[in-house]
């Protein structure tokens, strides 16, 4: 075999070294473009996780019903569809849970008037459109389980939802009432306060925490 010259040998090795240096920066850059795609993908799927968990709380949201602005009242729910008797429109669970002495002693008046109480002293606030639910006097809507709003009636596309606020509340929270119904009670807040004939109306639609209550303390009332 042909002898090297020094000069020659000592070319060929730093050609060598150099590219192993390229070779080994090569892996570098590899290394950490693999790493940034982990970084993207867990990213990602945690993306998709709080997008699965946020479409998880609107599917229990009715779609047949919009988050529409009212005349006199802000936000109300329309129904966009004809919905059957019985359907949910809305539902509380998974909501934020508030504990206090009473419904006034909530953090903030806003979170008074959205949360739900479902127990004696704590309230139920929900990301859902049972936010946007409105009370009426004569409502098409009522609740099933502790806070889930439910039709009573097919309710036509075009029509307000609406349930009585009564049929949850039992607290010193009040409210001037607009719904501008026949049947008006005009001062709505406490289950206690609700006329004995308007209970028995609304009878199977009345928050089980209020069954539980009655049962408790005062049969011949229900
Ligand atoms: C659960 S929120 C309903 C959504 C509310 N309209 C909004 O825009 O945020 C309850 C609040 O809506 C208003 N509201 C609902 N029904 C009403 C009614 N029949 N009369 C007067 N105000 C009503 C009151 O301000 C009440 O505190
Ligand atoms: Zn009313």
């Known amino acids: 075999m042909e002898k090297l010259s020094r000069n020659t040998k000592e070319k060929l090795c730093l050609t060598h070294k150099r590219t192993r240096k390229k070779l080994k920066l090569l892996i570098t850059k590899v290394k950490q473009f693999v790493s940034l795609i982990q970084i993207f993908l867990r990213v990602g799927a945690q993306n998709t996780k709080i997008i699965k968990s946020k479409k998880h709380f609107l599917n229990m949201d009715n779609s047949k019903v919009a988050v529409r602005e009212t005349q006199s009242i802000g936000k109300g729910l329309l129904a966009i569809k004809n919905i059957k008797k019985g359907e949910v429109i809305a539902d509380w669970t998974g909501g934020k849970v508030y504990e206090a002495e009473s419904c006034t002693k909530l953090p903030t008046k806003e979170i008074a008037d959205h949360a739900i109480q479902f127990e004696e002293h704590k309230w139920i606030d929900t990301e859902g459109i049972g936010r946007c639910s409105n009370h009426s ?33 039992d607290s010193d929270w009040v409210m001037e009432c607009k719904c501008g119904t026949s049947f008006c009670r005009k001062k709505i807040g406490a289950f206690k306060n609700m006329p004995k004939e308007i209970r028995k109306k609304y009878n199977g639609y009345i928050s089980d925490w209020l069954k539980e209550k009655i049962k408790n303390n005062s049969p011949q009332t229900l």
């Open 137 to 169: 006097c004569e409502p098409n809507c009522g609740i099933k389980g502790k806070f889930q709003v439910v039709t009573m009636r097919d309710i036509k596309k075009g029509e307000w939802c609406t349930w009585d606020y009564e049929m949850t509340e």
